[in-house]
C-alpha cells in the first residue's frame, strides 16, 4: 500500500502563489507516477500536472501550463505543485495522487489518494 498526504493549501489573493506539498510513503517503489488533481464545487476531479519516472515526462492542464510548476525530492519521497498567478477560477481541493501506470492523466487510473487540501484564491 501506497500512503499519500497532502499540505500546503489556504487561502491566498488572486495574482498569489501557494506551494502544495505531498509526502509518499509505504510502497512506494511501486509508483511509476504520480499527479495532481483538483476538484472544484459541483464539479469533476480534473487533471492538473503529473510526473512520470519512468519515461521522464511533466505534463500540465493547458488552464495551468505556464503558472504551476511539478517538482519532486526523491530523498524525502515528496512531490510539490508550486502554483504561480493564481486565479479565482483554481480554486478547489487539491488531491496527490499515485499509479504503478507508466504515464496517465486519467484519474481513473491513479489507485493512491491523498486526502486532499483546500486551495482558496480570493478576487
Known amino acids: 500500500q501506497v500512503q499519500l498526504s497532502e499540505s500546503g493549501g489556504g487561502l491566498v489573493q488572486a495574482g498569489g502563489s501557494l506551494r502544495l506539498s505531498c509526502a509518499a510513503s509505504g510502497r512506494t517503489l511501486s509508483i511509476y507516477t504520480m499527479g495532481w488533481f483538483r476538484q472544484a464545487p459541483g464539479k469533476e476531479r480534473e487533471f492538473v500536472a503529473a510526473n512520470s519516472w519512468t519515461v521522464g515526462t511533466i505534463g500540465y492542464a493547458d488552464s495551468v501550463k505556464g503558472r504551476f510548476t511539478f517538482s519532486r525530492d526523491n530523498a524525502k519521497n515528496t512531490v510539490y505543485l508550486q502554483m504561480n498567478s493564481l486565479k479565482p477560477e483554481d480554486t478547489a481541493v487539491y488531491y496527490c495522487?499515485?499509479?504503478?501506470?507508466?504515464?496517465?492523466?486519467?484519474?481513473?487510473?491513479?489507485?493512491?489518494w491523498g486526502q486532499g487540501t483546500q486551495v482558496t484564491v480570493s478576487s
Open positions: 495522487a499515485a499509479t504503478r501506470s507508466s504515464w496517465s492523466t486519467s484519474k481513473n487510473e491513479y489507485a493512491y
